[in-house]
């Protein structure tokens, strides 16, 4: 049974950082496709990043602000998220799919498995 587990989202300043962890159990991180998507307060849910073997992949809108990365040893993905600002305000969420490389347009309709979410913040 596939369990994510997201932590690490709060109240942030504008330019401030935070990472956020996703924790996996019952997958092997080697085979499967891990993405970051978020969702705001009446908004479509939307793929920030992704990564898989050594593909990574964000969108325009974090892009050279958000780094995803991996701990294999703890069998857990970051999402480390730098200068961020209000339109970062969203929960978000980690997902994983063995069927979908890494590539850009994430879909949420080709993950198979989904954590709980964790809210992030960005006021003053």
């Known amino acids: 049974q596939v369990q994510l587990v997201e932590s690490g989202g709060g109240l942030v300043q504008p330019g401030g950082s935070l990472r956020l962890s996703c924790a996996a159990s019952?997958?092997?991180?080697?085979?499967?496709?891990i993405g970051w998507f978020r969702q705001a307060p009446g908004k479509e849910r939307e793929g920030v990043s992704c990564i898989r073997t050594s593909t990574t992949y964000y969108a325009d809108s974090v892009k050279g602000r958000f780094t995803i990365s991996r701990d294999f040893a703890k069998n857990t993905v970051y999402l480390q998220m730098d200068s961020l600002n209000p339109e970062d305000t969203a929960n978000y969420y980690c997902a994983s799919t063995w069927r979908r490389a890494c590539q850009p347009r994430l879909r949420t309709a080709d993950f198979t498995s989904w954590g709980q979410g964790t809210q992030v913040t960005v006021s003053s």
């Open positions: 019952g997958i092997a991180l080697d085979y499967h496709t």
